[in-house]
């Protein structure tokens, strides 16, 4: 792939993330307004004790989306969490699905 094509990629995923995702590094995620709902029954995962680990409250469209454990040295996620909202029936969701269309 040429250079010029991947930063006009890599602009153009930067902006669309500046105008709808946002992400916050916390001290807990339960002290975040509606942060800890991604988590499964509320309770985030337990046994990490590294203090590289970056807890991670990401938003969508202003509102709290999923979280991110985030090992800051290696540069990796070590865990994510997002709570599926199922729609009922043949009724649409009220914001498109997320995706890259570049890929």
């Not at 090992?71 to 909202?85: C, E, G, L």
Request: net charge positive; glycine share 4%.
């Amino acid at each position: 792939m040429h250079p010029s094509v991947i930063l006009l990629v890599l602009g153009i995923t930067t902006q669309l993330s500046e105008h709808w995702g946002t992400a916050t590094v916390v001290e807990d995620f339960n002290h975040v307004e509606r942060c800890k709902d991604s988590l499964y029954m509320g309770t985030p995962p337990r046994g990490f004790r590294d203090s590289r680990l970056k807890k991670i409250c990401q938003r969508y469209a202003d509102k709290p989306r999923y979280v991110t454990l985030y090992d800051s040295k290696n540069r990796i996620p070590v865990y994510s969490a997002y709570t599926f909202k199922k729609t009922e029936g043949d009724r649409r969701v009220d914001y498109p699905w997320m995706y890259e269309p570049q890929v």
